[in-house]
């Protein structure tokens, strides 16, 4: 799961640390690793950074701990889990909105003619280059059609990428 490069895009993100490594945290939660003084010294990583990053992963919902006593020292212990599922539950979430995202980007290049302008980058559809009599409106050159046939291929294959994108969240019980 860890080397899904979309399941590594999420971690990163909701981690937000500078600290290299930092993500190593949570192959220790994964692994087992329970307590945060455990992390620190599996991970070699501060005490007060790894607690920040477990935070940050309860915060976000990606991690969850019980506190317990020490009868004999009376001091609290935290013990943690990273919330596997939830992981899974955001990347379909973020999945989910990309492909929405491209679907309305895919309609709207296949239900519109566009033009280009011969001098600059600007692009319209039909409706906006005859209403200016295929004149550019930003730098005045001449607009002409331009196939967007590329265009319509290259959100095909982006759709079609994460059609077949599944997490495989199965692999450390194995
Ligand atoms: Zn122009």
């Not at 955001?90 to 280009?116: A, G």
């Not at 409106?137 to 291929?153: L, Y």
Request: proline share 2%; charged share 35%; aromatic share 10%.
């Amino acid at each position: 799961m860890m080397k899904d490069p979309l399941v590594q895009e999420l971690l990163y993100e909701v981690i937000n640390e500078e600290e290299e490594g930092s993500i190593n945290i949570i192959e220790c939660l994964i692994e087992g690793k329970v307590t945060d003084e455990e992390i620190a010294e599996y991970t070699e990583l501060r005490l007060n950074i790894v607690r920040r990053v477990l935070y940050k992963l309860y915060d976000a919902g990606l991690a969850s701990y019980k506190r317990s006593k020490d009868p004999e020292t009376q001091w609290y212990t935290y013990t943690w889990k990273f919330e596997t599922e939830r992981v899974e539950e955001m990347i379909k979430r973020k999945h989910d909105e990309i492909v929405t995202n491209l679907k309305s980007i895919l309609e709207y290049e296949e239900n519109n003619m566009f033009f280009v302008c011969k001098t600059s980058d600007c692009r319209c559809t039909f409706d906006e280059a005859s209403e200016n009599g295929f004149i550019c409106p930003k730098c005045d050159g001449e607009m002409e059609f331009v196939d967007n046939a590329p265009i319509i291929e290259q959100i095909k294959e982006e759709l079609h990428l994460y059609d077949g994108h599944e997490v495989d969240f199965g692999a450390e019980n194995s």
